[in-house]
T-cell receptor
Framework: DSGVTQTPKHLITATGQRVTLRCSPRSGDLSVYWYQQSLDQGLQFLIQYYNGEERAKGNILERFSAQQFPDLHSELNLSSLELGDSALYFC??????????????FGEGSWLTVV | SQQGEEDPQALSIQEGENATMNCSYKTSINNLQWYRQNSGRGLVHLILIRSNEREKHSGRLRVTLDTSKKSSSLLITASRAADTASYFCATDSTQVGSEKLVFGKGTKLTVNP
């Protein structure tokens, strides 16, 4: 158990809909990362927040947004969902802002299926 | 685009044998990490090697790093069925503005009992 908690574990929704994935980082971790894992694209970095502020941005679509709240939990919002958004979405956390040399701890992921 | 690329994509061995997985990357890095993922589960950190290190050990794991060839290898000795998983290398680049951990597509290891 990494200490990173993600909900929901599984989600099935229709195209065009909007979903919110939630993440609670490990106790004491200030950085939260979101990754998308799909068969064709592999593990893609989406976005990082550190202590409530956006820190780094990756291949995140405009239809997706994220935020980190004062209690450090984070939410990833996915809207206007398409079939291709079906994937395993991971949240990860770490203590420091800089990723260099920093171990990040992954949650168990949220399986999103868009039908 | 992916920074690291693992090779082979899939590897099947017998219990007790050694498993070697390779990772190549494109840009200069600060560190390289290896992670393990059991099917459909979260990734678990295995080992981190810094760019100024050439070899690192952790239990049955041995990681090497050759920055001149931009490659790393992960050796699992005396493999067990429980080692069956996908293994990913992840790099963080020295490039300014590229401060993110980039994962390869992974090697799927199957250890047959």
């Amino acid at each position: 158990d990494s200490g990173v908690t993600q909900t929901p574990k599984h989600l099935i929704t229709a195209t065009g809909q909007r979903v919110t994935l939630r993440c609670s980082p490990r106790s004491g971790d200030l950085s939260v990362y979101w990754y998308q894992q799909s068969l064709d694209q592999g593990l893609q970095f989406l976005i990082q927040y550190y202590n409530g502020e956006e820190r780094a941005k990756g291949n995140i679509l405009e239809r997706f947004s994220a935020q980190q709240f004062p209690d450090l939990h984070s939410e990833l919002n996915l809207s206007s969902l398409e079939l291709g958004d079906s994937a395993l979405y991971f949240c990860a956390s770490s203590t420091r802002a800089r990723v260099s040399g920093n171990t990040i701890y992954f949650g168990e992921g949220s399986w999103l299926t868009v039908v | 685009s992916q920074q690291g690329e693992e090779d082979p994509q899939a590897l099947s061995i017998q219990e007790g044998e050694n498993a070697t997985m390779n990772c190549s990357y494109k840009t200069s890095i600060n560190n390289l990490q290896w992670y393990r993922q059991n099917s459909g589960r979260g990734l678990v950190h295995l080992i981190l090697i810094r760019s100024n290190e050439r070899e690192k050990h952790s239990g049955r794991l041995r990681v090497t790093l050759d920055t001149s060839k931009k490659s790393s290898s992960l050796l699992i000795t005396a493999s067990r069925a429980a080692d069956t998983a996908s293994y990913f290398c992840a790099t963080d680049s020295t490039q300014v503005g590229s401060e993110k951990l980039v994962f390869g597509k992974g090697t799927k290891l199957t250890v047959n009992p």
